[in-house]
């Protein structure tokens, strides 16, 4: 039976991927609606008659893409991606960037729908509220790290659980001792992973990887205590299980964010062919490596964060989404990034420890984050 799909981020790379799979899998997948911000509208509109969608949602260039699509109901304004997860269907797929796609996140689930999640700020900025909307595998990861944890627990305790350990590629820097001269452009230059500027910056300067420590905690009810990351350069062993009996189990395919994809679109099955398979006639070498916390402080300090909990984590995104942002345009160093993230979690702890009531807290919170950031960041300019 063929499932339909409304999948957030269309023109992203998650949603283009997701496509590609719908595209190859006609008879497993159909699309039923989709969503972008409208910044690619000929990608957006060419999606929409490719897949003979119902319905499109767009934050701009509404008139453009309403009149280039008869027939075709064009839901726009800055709810729109919220209003499109709502559509019942089997998967909403939200491939958003940024804090933005948690309301999306949480109107998919109070519609009864699968979430496959690769918006990772929802559980960062919003865990507590999305962890009590979801139901059993109602929310399946599609990052590559939580994909293949949960890969690795299949049909295990969770009492039985030592520690999940995410793996990091170590970004463009990670044998680079001097970041306080890195570019935009060399920021940009992912070794083994093609994925869009934020997640790529946040990458190099393994925010990525604190916040996928968030989100780990939130997915699989681990505690901070139980949870590490290690830098594994070739990016082939996706995450690792470590068990009570000291057994490991490592969950491996190569970079691609197919897999994953295709996994949470269509579980419990799998889809054939969806990626690559690692190729077993050719030698292969694996490293692993601690993580150097000193060139890299973002994964204690989301460590940090997440044990407070309360509206910490989403100071904690909200401030890096600015900080990344000040960094692409020229105003903020790469090794001010971490360093205002910081200082705004900082300033900020003291007055958001509460526990997270609904959307509305989650904005003023990220609102007071983001106006606090960008007044560190006229001092730095």
């Known amino acids: 039976m063929t499932r339909e799909l409304v ?5 992203g790379s998650i949603g283009v991927q997701a496509l590609e799979i719908v595209e190859a899998n006609p008879e497993l997948f159909s699309v039923l609606a989709i969503s972008a911000a409208g910044s690619s509208p000929d990608l957006l509109i060419a999606q ?23 027939g075709v109901e ?48 929802s559980l960062v900025a919003g865990g507590d509220l999305v962890i009590a909307r979801a139901k059993e595998n109602q929310l399946l990861p599609v990052d590559s790290e939580h994909s293949a944890i949960w890969q690795a627990l299949i049909g295990e305790k969770k009492s039985e659980i030592s520690k999940l350990i995410l793996t990091a590629s170590g970004g463009p820097f990670r044998d680079r001792p001097d970041l306080s001269d890195v570019t935009v452009q060399e920021a940009l230059a992912h070794p083994t992973w093609v994925m869009g500027p934020v997640v790529t910056i946040n990458s190099a300067t393994l925010m990525n990887k604190g916040l996928e420590i968030i989100e780990a905690h939130y997915l699989f009810g681990i505690p901070y205590s139980q949870i590490e990351a290690v830098i594994h350069p070739q ?39 969806a990626t690559k398979a690692i190729d077993w006639t050719q030698s292969h070498t694996w490293n692993f490596a601690p993580i150097d916390t000193d060139r890299f402080p973002a994964v204690s300090l989301a460590r940090e964060v997440g044990s407070i909990g309360g509206g910490l984590p989403a100071v904690f995104n909200a401030a890096n989404e600015v900080a990344v942002q000040a960094f692409v345009e020229g105003k903020l160093k790469f090794t001010e990034i971490v360093k205002t993230v910081s200082q705004v979690v900082d300033s900020l702890r003291g007055s958001v420890s509460g526990p997270l009531r609904d959307l509305a807290d989650v904005s003023a919170i990220e609102e007071d984050a983001r106006r606090t950031a960008h007044e560190l960041l006229k001092k730095v300019g």
Do not use: W
């Not at 939200?94 to 933005?100: P, Q, V």
């Not at 057994?247 to 964010?257: D, K």
């Open 7 to 11: 999948i957030l981020g269309s023109t």
């Open 48 to 70: 929409a008659k490719k897949f003979k969608v119902k319905v499109v949602g767009v934050a701009k260039n509404a008139d453009l893409i309403r009149q280039a699509l008869p």
């Open 74 to 121: 064009v839901v726009d304004g800055p709810h729109a991606s919220r209003e499109v997860a709502a559509i019942s269907c089997d998967v909403v797929l939200n491939g958003i960037t940024g804090s933005i796609g948690l309301a999306p996140t949480i109107a998919a689930l109070e519609a009864d729908n699968r979430v496959a999640l690769a918006n990772k700020e």
């Open 235 to 273: 990016s082939v062993v996706h995450s690792m299980v470590e068990f009570v009996d000291g057994s490991t189990i490592a969950q491996a395919s190569p970079p691609n964010m197919k897999g994953p994809i295709s996994l949470a679109l269509s579980y419990p099955h799998r889809v054939p062919a």
